[in-house]
């Protein structure tokens, strides 16, 4: 109790502080508990790189906080009859921080690199960019292999790259060192990164081309990577710490907001062996008994500090979100039910590795606690193991897991980025397979008709609910971000990505 109090005093003094325009330098300061580990764009998946990338990047389209796709490097596009060529006519006058004019050169050696770099995470979402072609200086075509349905949503997070210090670095052009930065066409600019501890600073671009009269009054944007609200002088908050919070919303000059996103807490079961041991989640029993098991209202209500308790793998806010066929929403465990289930398993009491990560969302720890405890009740023997975000990243990458608990989002309310990646090319190693599943994925990706893609989708997502794999969706998270009330220009979109790109203090 000591300690957050005396959190809540130094973040209370922080957030009210005086104006940060007083000073000689104007700064915005804000936190979130990840850490900057590399700059590569094109080879992260992760929320706050995302948020990151867009003060450094423009990407031919953008996302706006209604989920609505708007012109930015394109000016406007258009699709063939058949679906397998999109055209895309590019803004001119636009330079990027190195001096290089963008134009079709840039689109080209942007997307090209995910084709001929396939181990690149986001090039996983491309697989069907056969190539781009120039039409003139700012014009390109995409040349599919098939029909996607979900492009323009992939392409609003696609960051474009400039074309000749790409070629010419390769991938040094990434690496923050001896003075060099990467560059995009963003209102900021890299300035500085501390890879110890995974700060990063960025200074207002002058020349940004979309400024307009609207230029920020903001000079320096610093990132800290801290958990909480234990960090230097900030002015906003991501994450707030659901103890700490309520009595933010108390104080005067603070603005708290709750937003109830796309983000789900799931929990990831591993199906097969590493080698020949015993994998009791191969079973559907087993899965479908940790699926009965779990008090999803009562973590929501008491534990997580709000959410949604899920009756689907996905939001009902995200496209393919069946409101016909969904559970019922209010969730209380069934012991009973649960236990029926693993005695129709193979499951002699073998201990069950648990892994959950800290300081990715609210109250990780006591949620993982709650479900440790339903499903010791349920019959199963458990060993949760709480550990740093990066050891967890690395267990499962590895496959070395029984069961895990994360989050993750659905960007722009589409699902297609989330089942590419995590299902169907399995990039969280739960060695599922599912021949149905994975057709109806493939056949969803490759319909244009909006109508019957969400259909396909819906179908998808029923078989994914029945067989509870390879993930199971717990509960739909808030994340509470706390800000002084003279910072303005914020966008937060509903998949938990933050726009600081164009905040300013009012006067």
């Excluded at 909480?228 to 906003?236: H, P, R, Y």
């Excluded at 929403?329 to 693993?342: C, G, H, V």
């Excluded at 648990?354 to 479900?371: D, L």
């Amino acid at each position: 109790m000591k300690r957050i109090l005396s959190c809540l005093l130094v973040a209370i003094m922080l957030l009210t502080a005086m104006p940060v325009l007083a000073q000689e330098e104007a700064v915005f300061v804000f936190a979130a508990p990840f850490k900057v580990t590399q700059w590569d764009p094109q080879n992260e998946n992760k929320t706050m790189m995302y948020s990151l990338s867009k003060l450094t990047y423009n990407s031919l389209a953008a996302l706006t906080p209604e989920n609505k796709i708007v012109p930015e490097l394109a000016t406007e596009w258009s699709t063939s009859e058949d679906g397998l060529t999109w055209t895309f006519k590019l803004r001119e006058g636009v330079k990027f921080h190195n001096g290089e004019d963008f134009n079709a050169e840039s689109v080209i050696a942007t997307m090209t690199r995910m084709i001929d770099r396939p181990e690149l995470v986001q090039a996983s979402f491309w697989k069907t960019l056969k190539a781009v072609e120039k039409v003139d200086d700012y014009e390109v075509n995409f040349v599919l292999s098939e029909p996607w349905g979900a492009l323009m949503t992939q392409l609003c997070d696609t960051p474009m790259l400039p074309a000749k210090a790409l070629g010419e670095m390769g991938d040094q052009f990434f690496v923050v060192d001896g003075g060099h930065v990467p560059a995009g066409t963003g209102p900021w600019k890299v300035d500085k990164w501390l890879a110890t501890s995974g700060d990063a600073e960025f200074v207002r671009n002058e020349e940004y081309w979309d400024w307009g009269d609207q230029k920020s009054n903001i000079d320096r944007v610093i990132y800290k990577a801290v958990n909480g609200l234990k960090a230097g002088d900030l002015q906003m908050i991501d994450a707030v710490p659901v103890e700490e919070a309520e009595a933010l919303k108390n104080e005067q000059g603070i603005t708290v907001q709750d937003i109830l996103g796309t983000s789900i807490i799931h929990m990831g079961f591993r199906t097969k062996p590493l080698t020949d041991e015993y994998r009791v989640f191969e079973d559907i029993n087993a899965r479908l008994a940790v699926h009965h098991a779990i008090d999803r209202a009562g973590i929501v209500e008491f534990v997580a500090g709000g959410g949604k308790p899920s009756d689907w793998p996905c939001p009902d806010t995200v496209l393919g979100y069946d409101a016909e066929k969904a559970a019922v929403p209010e969730w209380t465990e069934d012991y009973k039910l649960a236990k029926e289930y693993l005695a129709k398993t193979n499951y002699q009491g073998q201990t069950i590795r648990f892994i959950v990560p800290t300081g990715v969302f609210a109250r990780s720890k006591e949620v993982a606690q709650v479900i440790e405890s339903n499903l010791t009740e349920a019959g199963f023997k458990v060993n949760m193991e709480i550990m740093e975000n990066a050891t967890f990243q690395s267990e499962r990458a590895s496959g070395n897991y029984d069961l895990y608990l994360q989050r993750y989002p659905f960007p722009g309310g589409d699902p297609d980025s989330v089942v590419t990646l995590r299902w169907l090319n399995d990039a969280h190693k739960s060695g599922y397979v599912n021949e149905e599943l994975n057709a109806k994925i493939l056949e969803a990706k490759r319909e244009s008709d909006p109508v019957k893609r969400e259909q396909l989708l819906k179908e998808m997502f029923a078989i994914a609910w029945e067989v509870q794999a390879p993930h199971m969706a717990v509960y739909q998270q808030v994340t509470t971000v706390a800000y002084r009330s003279d910072v303005q220009g914020l966008r937060m979109r509903a998949d938990n990505v933050f726009d600081y790109s164009r905040v300013y203090y009012a006067k």
